[in-house]
């Protein structure tokens, strides 16, 4: 598999309290996405850092990269109620066009 | 823009009947990827197009399941003798070329198959 087994996860959290997940792969990658997923939608792109990157922030999205040990996070701070969502990390395997996701984090922020 | 177009959402078919999903990319956008969403493994990658020429079809398998893109509106994916392990939300992506990073999802196709 791609992926360890620390990706597959769940989290449940209160509104306005931090979260990082955290993911890691096994196969050279130049980019890493982050993509979050909505009941009944597809994952859309919400954040990717680069391997020449070690961090990367979008608003309330912060992603990390550590090449050497093949690991990414992302945190997200204040979390809110819409943050609900899947998220999934994914790679390209060296520059492919095709991208391997991970198996998810699946965040429930409650109010 | 409407975004990337898949249907039908939901499709149910009867085991050994075959069943067609239907994708219409982003218009201008050159590449089109399909996966396959399911509980146990995940989201997985079936193929991709580049200006309508099967790329990399490593995660189709062998039998059973065809992708065509016959113009630059619609990808097909057409999977024969339907069983009930091929349940699963079928996913659309395209982007603007294979190298551009962001993949634009449809909202997928979920396959009954009973």
């Known amino acids: 598999s791609q992926w360890g087994e620390e990706n597959l996860q769940a989290l449940s959290i209160q509104e306005g309290e931090d979260v990082t997940m955290n993911c890691s792969y096994k196969?050279?990658?130049?980019?890493v996405h982050w993509y979050r997923q909505d009941s009944g939608r597809g994952p859309a792109l919400i954040i990717l850092?680069?391997?020449?990157?070690r961090e990367k922030r979008s608003g309330r999205l912060r992603a990390t990269l550590d090449t050497s040990s093949q690991s990414s996070s992302l945190s997200i701070t204040a979390a809110q109620c819409e943050d609900t969502a899947v998220y999934f990390c994914?790679?390209?395997?060296?520059?492919?066009?095709?991208?391997?996701f991970g198996e998810g984090t699946k965040l429930t922020v409650s109010s | 823009n409407a975004g990337v177009i898949q249907t039908p959402r939901h499709k149910v078919t009867g085991k050994g009947q075959e069943a067609t999903l239907w994708c219409e990319p982003i218009?201008?956008?050159?590449?089109v990827f399909w996966y396959r969403q399911t509980i146990v493994q995940g989201l997985e990658f079936l193929t991709y197009f580049r200006n309508q020429a099967p790329i990399d079809d490593s995660g189709m398998p062998k039998e059973r399941f065809s992708a065509q893109m016959p113009n630059q509106s619609h990808s097909t994916l057409k999977i024969q003798s339907t069983q009930p392990q091929d349940s699963a939300v079928y996913l659309c992506a395209s982007s603007f070329s294979p190298g551009s990073e962001t993949l634009y999802f449809g909202s997928g196709t979920r396959l009954t198959v009973l």
């Open positions: 994914a790679t390209d395997k060296g520059g492919s066009a095709k991208l391997i």
């Open positions: 850092i680069r391997s020449n990157e």
């Open positions: 218009s201008g956008h050159s590449a």
């Open positions: 196969t050279y990658t130049t980019v």
